[in-house]
Antibody, heavy 117, light 110 residues
Framework: EVQLVESGGGLVQPGGSLRLSCAAS????????MSWVRQAPGKGLEWVAN????????YYVDSVKGRFTISRDNAKNSVYLQMNSLRAEDTAVYFC??????????WGQGTLVTVSS | QSVLTQPPSVSAAPGQRVTISCSGS????????VSWYQQLPGTAPKLLIY???KRPSGIPDRFSGSKSGTSATLGITGLQTGDEADYYC???????????FGGGTKLTVL
């Protein structure tokens, strides 16, 4: 059974940093694109970033370019989202998803990131 | 403002049929597959349709998808109260080199 478990969310001040992790199991992690999708409170889904199987390609939504970095460790079956220079508008539940993110069948339960002073 | 345009809300009676539209452009829907999701409050999105019109295992055939040009449509027949949820379309955008979602449509089963 495919499982994706996010961790690392929490309360952070504006301008601060946070690193999200997603531990995957139940499938061949090294063969799958992985992605992050977020949802601000009461708002719709927003695709954030994805990363190719070997980590050689990453793509980002414009609003996080230069601030967020997606990475993966295939030996640990994990994908990460390093978030720097956080803003209030980054407050959201962050979901990890298997695949590109816009057509993914498997999602984690999400982790809440709150950016506030 | 979302790249893909969905109606904010739709409604229909139990047992009826409803459609939800998703409008885009040649850089996204026009040249890529479209997926559809159902999201119940407080839960992760659930994939209903992928590659425009395919249903994952376990999704009833009451749910269907279609695409024509730069628009896509989700159809739901035999509406049930349990279908009340938010629905999202998603695809890749070649110009943005990014994934994109519609703004979401809230379905009310009257």
């Amino acid at each position: 059974e495919v499982q994706l478990v996010e961790s690392g969310g929490g309360l952070v001040q504006p301008g601060g940093s946070l690193r999200l992790s997603c531990a995957a199991s139940g499938f061949t992690f090294s063969s799958s694109w992985m992605s992050w999708v977020r949802q601000a409170p009461g708002k719709g889904l927003e695709w954030v970033a994805n990363i190719k199987q070997d980590g050689s390609e990453q793509y980002y939504v414009d609003s996080v370019k230069g601030r967020f970095t997606i990475s993966r460790d295939n030996a640990k079956n994990s994908v990460y989202l390093q978030m720097n220079s956080l803003r209030a508008e980054d407050t959201a539940v962050y979901f990890c998803a298997k695949g590109g993110g816009y057509g993914s069948a498997k999602w984690g339960q999400g982790t809440l990131v709150t950016v506030s002073s | 403002q979302s790249v893909l345009t969905q109606p904010p809300s739709v409604s229909a009676a139990p047992g009826q049929r409803v459609t939800i539209s998703c409008s885009g452009s040649s850089s996204n829907i026009g040249n890529n597959y479209v997926s559809w999701y159902q999201q119940l409050p407080g839960t992760a999105p659930k994939l209903l349709i992928y590659e425009n019109n395919k249903r994952p295992s376990g999704i009833p055939d009451r749910f269907s998808g279609s695409k024509s040009g730069t628009s896509a449509t989700l159809g739901i027949t035999g509406l049930q109260t349990g279908d009340e949820a938010d629905y999202y379309c998603g695809t890749w955008d070649n110009s943005l080199s990014a994934g994109v979602f519609g703004g979401g449509t809230k379905l009310t089963v009257l």
